[in-house]
């Protein structure tokens, strides 16, 4: 993808909020840690983080959010420093709670063939095995206008998760909440910016500017 572009003119009354998955998590064990303590970026997690700093560098960045999860505050840490910030941290910008936290639940892993759990997967479009959708898009915009406020005038980043980073961008865009895991567009230290105006949100973007 193409570096993050700005549409329209600049100015006190343009503020933008770039919304950042963390990066890469050491994870051996491939299960879904979720809002579990304790899970870092890998090696190549913290070079991502640096190459989104490096790209950030000339952005007129004036506050960094975090959630409080240890990945998001190492992916955040690097940018902030770029911009001689501090991470703030933002328990709004969390990872979404789910059902299965702890477990591997990717494919032949046993979990979702387990009669035990299948109640959970009887509603995708809520969805019944987490946190409700509408309840992720309300904290997460929440995050963002808080955001917003904090760099009246100039640019924030908030380093969040990809299902909260997905709900939000659906939200934002007026597009429904319920989705396939498969079809997020929203990679590995991806950023993904909204553009406001007087406090209006007038356009977004989408940038892998670590690359994959």
Known sequence: ?????????GGANQ??????????????EKILYGRLPDYHLSDRGQAQARRVAEWLGARDI???????????????????AA?????????????????????????????LRDPRN?????NPRTPSWGEPYSHIAARMK????????AAHGHE?????HQLPVETLRRAMTDRPLHHFPTRRMCN?????????????????????????
């Open 62 to 80: 004036t506050h960094v959010v975090a959630s409080p999860l240890e990945r998001a505050q190492e992916t955040a840490a690097p940018i902030a």
């Open 83 to 111: 911009h001689g910030l501090t991470v703030s941290t933002d328990d709004e910008l969390i990872e979404s709670e789910n059902i299965f936290q702890g477990q591997r639940v990717s494919p032949g892993d046993g979990a």
């Open 1 to 9: 993808m193409t570096p993050i572009e700005t549409p329209g003119a």
């Open 142 to 149: 929440r995050a963002v206008f808080r955001a917003r406020e």
């Open 118 to 122: 299948w109640w959970h997967l009887r």
């Open 156 to 160: 924030a980043v908030c380093v969040s």
């Open 15 to 28: 503020t933008i909020v770039h919304v950042m998955r963390h990066g890469e998590v050491h994870n051996p």
């Open 188 to 212: 590995l230290a991806s950023v993904t910016s909204f553009y406001f105006h007087d406090g209006v949100c007038v356009g977004w973007g989408y940038s892998e500017l670590a690359g994959q």
